[in-house]
């Protein structure tokens, strides 16, 4: 079976996966660069090729608001949105996953002003993470696709039961076009079942979705509730990339997936589309400075891949985790979940916090190397890091 | 169900059957009563409509107490007295 490649910006990946995924209902307003996701819905929908209602909403807050209600009502339902308009939807994403309604969104990350600033960072994504999404980040277009149409499953699952994010780089992939293989409906519809719910919303039958508590333990236990699901997901997520590698022959590993990490001393974490820039510092770093280094990418940030990390950086030398997003006060947001989880399992290996490519700075895989040969050398010369967190320019300061 | 929430595949959730009082005695929240004028009623029903805690009930059978509130469970918004276009409804401080 030869595979067909077309090719497609990542914001047009979302957009098939969500017409493939047989959604039926989708509500958006637009914002750079998540706009064109819901455009090409629109087409679709328009052109007759998906059979969904469009909702045009005034906000953000309506737009998940509306999929909330359709996906209550016992629908697939889908929004996209990005930075500010995430920001705007953010008590929404509470409601739907503290109602445990699986529904989807791609989220086309992007920085928060001021200044107003489309390009990307991971800040609008991972302020979302204490919501009880899960909350996966896409490499590559083709992952973009896949991941869309694997999270419908992977929320959907009983044992999960909760929404999920999907994250695309703005422009990195929402803009920019390569090869992806658009798997044929049969494969999708034998991959994904009827959708499930733990409840449906249905006319005469009138429900109540979140009532004042008369008993604040069990209110808590809710939440409790939720990150047992979160711990749960991660066996979902595992067997989900599992059968879908094995109807197309595309794999990802499940929360993370290692590169080159077998000898691997040193490690470079790191999640989304500068992953790939990633890989070829790993490689250039091998083939020209003789360093035996691996690569971390984080798949998943919810639920947070803890027993992975544990396991390969148990016995590693260094480690160093580059952040696209931070919180002022404290430090990069997946460099501080690494090294609190490492720390209690007893980790020792010195890790290093690179905060670079915020606000949309371009980052190269020059840059990349840069920084890890200079870790290297400074953990080999003193034993650790005399800095645990650095702000890296291009150049220095 | 169980009161206000329910338990489904063995998670909790905060779901419930809509009935009087599910969300407790609101009325204790009234700082302002919407009191009825039986007179002044033209039987439109706006009140009925707009009330946000559905606590006014239609007497079809009694055009002479045309509404009743349930004092119970009236939160003194006065959503109702804002949309009655006749001045039958109106506020009063409570006590
Ligand atoms: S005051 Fe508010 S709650 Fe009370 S009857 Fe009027 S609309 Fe309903
Ligand atoms: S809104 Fe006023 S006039 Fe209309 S039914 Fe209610 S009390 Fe009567």
Same mark, same amino acid.
């Given at each position: 079976?030869?595979?067909?490649?077309?090719?497609?910006?990542?914001?047009?990946?979302?957009?098939?996966?969500?017409?493939?995924?047989?959604?039926?209902?989708?509500?958006?307003?637009?914002?750079?660069?998540?706009?064109?996701?819901?455009?090409?819905?629109?087409?679709?929908?328009?052109?007759?090729?998906?059979? *969904?209602?469009?909702?045009?909403?005034?906000?953000?807050?309506?737009?998940? *608001?509306?999929?909330? $209600?359709?996906?209550?009502?016992?629908?697939?339902?889908?929004?996209?949105?990005?930075?500010? $308009? /995430?920001?705007?939807?953010?008590?929404?994403?509470?409601?739907?996953?503290?109602?445990? %309604?699986?529904?989807?969104?791609?989220?086309?990350?992007?920085?928060?002003?001021?200044?107003?600033?489309?390009?990307?960072?991971?800040?609008?994504?991972?302020?979302?993470?204490?919501?009880?999404?899960?909350?996966?980040?896409?490499?590559?277009?083709?992952?973009?696709?896949?991941?869309?149409?694997?999270?419908?499953?992977?929320?959907?699952?009983?044992?999960?039961?909760?929404?999920?994010?999907? !994250? /695309?780089?703005?422009?990195?992939?929402?803009?920019?076009?390569?090869?992806?293989?658009?798997?044929?409906?049969?494969?999708?519809?034998?991959?994904?079942?009827?959708?499930?719910?733990?409840?449906?919303?249905?006319?005469?039958?009138?429900?109540?979705?979140?009532?004042?508590?008369?008993?604040?333990?069990?209110?808590?236990?809710?939440?409790?509730?939720?990150?047992?699901?979160?711990?749960? *997901?991660?066996?979902?997520?595992?067997?989900?990339?599992?059968?879908?590698?094995?109807?197309? !022959?595309?794999?990802?590993?499940?929360?993370?997936?290692?590169?080159?990490?077998?000898?691997?001393?040193?490690?470079?974490?790191?999640?989304?589309?500068?992953?790939?820039?990633?890989?070829?510092?790993?490689?250039? /770093?091998?083939?020209?400075? !003789?360093?035996?280094? !691996?690569?971390?990418?984080?798949?998943?940030?919810?639920?947070?891949?803890?027993?992975?990390?544990?396991?390969?950086?148990?016995?590693?030398?260094?480690?160093?985790?580059?952040?696209?997003?931070?919180?002022?006060?404290?430090?990069?947001?997946?460099?501080?979940?690494?090294?609190?989880?490492?720390?209690?399992?007893?980790?020792?290996?010195?890790?290093?916090?690179?905060?670079?490519?915020?606000?949309?700075?371009?980052?190269?895989?020059?840059?990349?190397?840069?920084?890890?040969?200079?870790?290297?050398?400074?953990?080999?010369?003193?034993?650790?890091?005399?800095?645990?967190?650095?702000?890296?320019?291009?150049?220095?300061? | 169900?169980?009161?206000?929430?329910?338990?489904?595949?063995?998670? %909790?959730?905060?779901?419930?059957?809509?009935?009087?009082?599910?969300?407790?005695?609101?009325?204790?929240?009234?700082?302002?009563?919407?009191?009825?004028?039986?007179?002044?009623?033209?039987?439109?029903?706006?009140?009925?409509?707009?009330?946000?805690?559905?606590?006014?009930?239609?007497?079809?059978?009694?055009?002479?107490?045309? %509404?009743?509130?349930?004092?119970?469970?009236?939160?003194?918004? $006065?959503?109702?007295?804002?949309?009655?276009?006749?001045?039958?409804?109106?506020?009063?401080?409570?006590?």
């Amino acid at each position: 079976m030869g595979l067909v490649l077309t090719t497609l910006t990542g914001n047009y990946a979302v957009s098939y996966a969500v017409k493939l995924s047989r959604v039926k209902v989708v509500s958006a307003y637009p914002i750079t660069p998540q706009t064109t996701i819901v455009e090409k819905i629109a087409q679709l929908i328009e052109d007759g090729e998906m059979d *969904a209602e469009m909702i045009r909403v005034e906000s953000e807050h309506s737009a998940l *608001a509306a999929a909330y $209600g359709a996906a209550s009502a016992g629908v697939r339902a889908f929004t996209a949105t990005s930075s500010h $308009g /995430l920001l705007y939807m953010h008590e929404m994403l509470w409601w739907v996953a503290g109602s445990r %309604i699986p529904l989807v969104m791609a989220v086309a990350t992007r920085t928060i002003g001021p200044p107003w600033n489309i390009w990307t960072d991971h800040s609008d994504l991972m302020d979302q993470r204490d919501t009880g999404w899960l909350i996966a980040m896409a490499e590559n277009n083709q992952e973009v696709l896949d991941e869309t149409i694997k999270m419908f499953k992977i929320t959907e699952d009983p044992r999960v039961y909760l929404p999920g994010i999907v !994250g /695309l780089d703005a422009f990195i992939l929402t803009h920019t076009s390569e090869p992806v293989d658009i798997p044929t409906q049969e494969v999708v519809d034998q991959f994904l079942p009827d959708r499930r719910q733990p409840y449906v919303f249905k006319a005469g039958d009138p429900l109540i979705m979140g009532n004042i508590p008369k008993d604040l333990e069990l209110n808590m236990r809710m939440r409790e509730d939720i990150d047992k699901a979160m711990e749960r *997901a991660k066996k979902v997520i595992d067997e989900v990339d599992f059968e879908w590698g094995k109807l197309t !022959g595309r794999r990802y590993g499940g929360l993370t997936e290692c590169y080159r990490c077998e000898d691997a001393k040193h490690f470079i974490i790191g999640m989304g589309a500068w992953v790939g820039d990633m890989r070829e510092a790993v490689d250039k /770093l091998r083939s020209k400075y !003789g360093v035996k280094v !691996g690569l971390i990418k984080i798949r998943y940030v919810r639920p947070f891949p803890r027993e992975d990390l544990i396991k390969w950086l148990s016995n590693a030398s260094s480690a160093v985790v580059f952040d696209r997003s931070f919180s002022p006060g404290s430090g990069g947001h997946l460099f501080l979940e690494t090294v609190a989880h490492a720390s209690v399992a007893g980790v020792r290996t010195p890790i290093k916090n690179c905060l670079a490519g915020i606000a949309g700075v371009d980052v190269t895989y020059e840059d990349i190397v840069d920084v890890v040969l200079k870790s290297i050398s400074e953990v080999e010369e003193v034993g650790t890091f005399k800095e645990f967190i650095e702000w890296y320019y291009r150049g220095g300061r | 169900m169980k009161g206000w929430y329910a338990v489904v595949d063995e998670i %909790i959730l905060p779901l419930s059957r809509p009935t009087v009082g599910v969300a407790g005695r609101t009325g204790t929240w009234r700082v302002n009563r919407p009191v009825f004028n039986s007179e002044k009623c033209i039987k439109c029903r706006l009140c009925w409509l707009y009330c946000p805690d559905n606590v006014i009930d239609v007497n079809e059978a009694n055009p002479s107490n045309f %509404i009743t509130i349930d004092y119970n469970y009236c939160k003194g918004c $006065g959503v109702c007295v804002d949309v009655c276009p006749t001045k039958a409804l109106t506020l009063v401080p409570e006590r």
